[in-house]
């Protein structure tokens, strides 16, 4: 019997896709979903911009919620490699689920702020008896969601009355103006700039599982899935589906600080949290080249040879965006004390003055020293406009954290590719 489970994500809006997950024990998709059941809440159309992602977890045993939690970590590790520019994770700091009291006659709705009758008639020997007050009602009691099943069908004249709305135009005459051009003719009187669907393919979504997209999938070729039929005006009929295969199970603690950097809106603890995972290698990166170090400065040189070489951070240097290359190169501004030198290209070893750069980023973002041997420090004021010069340095220590962590894999899984 195949098991199920729903992870909460953060940070996940806008993805609009399907992520299909492959590899380890148990299949995962990342899906676009509408939190909270909404009923009196639900609205007709739903930017695909605009909706949070879950994980849909599948697989042929129950897991832990520990061990659940690591296979997740292992794909959304991959899914952060492929696409640096999201933030997304599983660390939440407010849940979004419940379980429903089975022993109320009401099930919870609209992030549980409204209740809806839940009596099941025709299987619950207890029910003897559900009759419409109104005979102009049509709903089927027999159907034990009937709250819902009310609402749905109020909500459905909203969603047609909608899609009305999307269609109609006026004409209009509208002479030039300094302001603007001429027109003459049609127009709409509402134009949606985003791609969306209605609220009855949003909550279908809640049953498309790994399966169903994994059994006709080819990873080769991109590939669609069609959402529940609609007539409403506009929306999308079909998702794509990205399709992730991974098989590496990485060290824990090093995804639990890349994710906390993932996450971090601030920039200063998402450096931090990079560096973090840099630090881990820190007394073990000598010990494996066999050298002898006496400064955190000279550890951290360490790791950098451990993890790259002269061509790589070359390599990385020149391939940067111009504005990017002309920022690392440069004296990175701080809140107090004297700017950063930025990397210096004609060092003999361009590696170690990357690990000087960012040593110096990472001394300015943890001391708050006013001064060190009566001379100012360098530092940075937590949210002010200088916090952000910090970024240019979470780009590097961010692809030198995965370098990191897969070299940690390496490390400890000799025999495995």
Known sequence: MAHHALIQLSTSEGIGRFILFEGLDHAMLVKPTVYGSPVLTAQAIYFLEQMESV??????????????????????????????????????????????????????????????????????????EIRALNPADDIDLNDWNIGVNHANSVLTEYVENVSALLQKKV??????????????????VIKPHAPYI???????????????????????????????????????????????YATKRYTPILLSHFFSGVKERNPLKAYLAYYNVLEYYFEEAPALLLKSVRTELEQLKCVLELLTTEADITA?????????????????????GPAIHGVDQSKPSLRDEFARWLYEIRCAVVHSKKTRRGSPTSGFEPYSATSSNVTVGIQIVRWLAILCIEKDYDLTNPSHP
């Open 171 to 188: 004409m209009v005459r509208v002479l030039p103006s300094e302001l603007r051009d001429g027109y003459f003719g049609k127009l709409r």
């Open 55 to 128: 994980a849909h977890v599948r697989g042929e045993r129950a897991l832990p919620p520990v061990e659940l939690e690591y296979i997740v970590d292992n794909y959304l590790f991959e899914f952060a490699k492929r696409h640096p520019e999201t933030r997304m994770t599983f660390r939440i700091t407010e849940g979004r689920f419940w379980e429903d009291d089975f022993s109320s006659m009401y099930n919870s709705a609209d992030q549980m702020f409204t209740e809806t009758l839940a009596l099941d008639q025709l299987n619950d020997p207890s029910v003897l």
């Open 316 to 336: 990385k240097l020149s391939s940067a965006p111009a504005d990017t290359h002309t920022a690392i190169t440069s004296p990175l501004l701080t809140s107090v």
């Open 198 to 244: 209605d609220v009855f393919q949003a909550i279908a979504l809640e049953d498309v599982h790994p399966d169903l997209l994994g059994a006709n999938s080819d990873r080769d070729v991109p590939a669609r899935f069609r959402l529940l039929d609609t007539t409403t005006y506009g929306c999308e009929t079909e998702l794509g589906i990205e399709q992730i």
